[in-house]
T-cell receptor, first 111, second 112 residues
Framework: AQSVTQLGSHVSVSEGALVLLRCNYS??????LFWYVQYPNQGLQLLLK??????LVKGINGFEAEFKKSETSFHLTKPSAHMSDAAEYFC?????????FGAGTRLTVKP | ETGVTQSPTHLIKTRGQQVTLRCSSQ?????VSWYQQALGQGPQFIFQ???????GRGNFPPRFSGLQFPNYSSELNVNALELDDSALYLC???????????FGPGTRLTVT
């Protein structure tokens, strides 16, 4: 069965610094991959998705992710962190309509 | 704006009771999925409905059941509540199977 592993339950960066949130997937066939963001007391909002088209995917709020099949990775990046980026981020994989989420990474942005 | 709403926002129940959570999908979305998100964890897939039929189920016991209605609303029913059922319950809808999902704000259930 497919699964995702998010490396690092907490990541802290300074405002303006690079954001890198790591996600590795396990799937027997090429999956669809997603990154979602969750703000406190809210549902999940889609940041971006990979559906076997371009390997570099651009999302909302300046985030992007690169699908690397050789590394089974789909890391999320943003060149310059903003205070409003502080939230919980979830990587997810879907195959045959079954979506599996990682445990999440809490991003803290320091002034 | 996702257009997915859930009710109630918060709910407190006693162990052994039954609960019904409701979701209103975005108009036109034929697929709805339900997830359980325990504190500090990622969402866990409960089940999915497509055109009013269950289309997939995660590792949850039969006391978790659901319904999807023609008017794009759906329900999650949980019988014989246990303390471990305390969580945020999220519904998500999509145009069709495998499409990106739009999440509601969730219902926070506390079982005492």
């Amino acid at each position: 069965a497919q699964s995702v592993t998010q490396l690092g339950s907490h990541v802290s960066v300074s405002e303006g610094a690079l954001v890198l949130l790591r996600c590795n997937y396990s799937s027997s066939v090429p999956p669809y991959l997603f990154w979602y963001v969750q703000y406190p007391n809210q549902g999940l909002q889609l940041l971006l998705k990979y559906t076997s088209a371009a390997t570099l995917v651009k999302g909302i709020n300046g985030f992007e992710a690169e699908f690397k099949k050789s590394e089974t990775s789909f890391h999320l990046t943003k060149p310059s962190a903003h205070m409003s980026d502080a939230a919980e981020y979830f990587c997810a994989v879907t195959l045959n309509n079954d979506m599996r989420f990682g445990a999440g990474t809490r991003l803290t942005v320091k002034p | 704006e996702t257009g997915v709403t859930q009710s109630p926002t918060h709910l407190i129940k006693t162990r052994g009771q039954q609960v019904t959570l409701r979701c209103s999908s975005q108009s036109g979305h034929n697929t709805v999925s339900w997830y359980q998100q325990a504190l500090g964890q990622g969402p866990q897939f409960i089940f999915q409905y497509y055109r009013e039929e269950e289309n997939g189920r995660g590792n949850f016991p039969p006391r978790f059941s659901g319904l999807q209605f023609p008017n794009y609303s759906s329900e999650l029913n949980v019988n014989a509540l246990e303390l471990d059922d305390s969580a945020l319950y999220l519904c998500a809808s999509s145009w069709t199977l495998g499409d990106e999902q739009y999440f509601g704000p969730g219902t926070r259930l506390t079982v005492t």
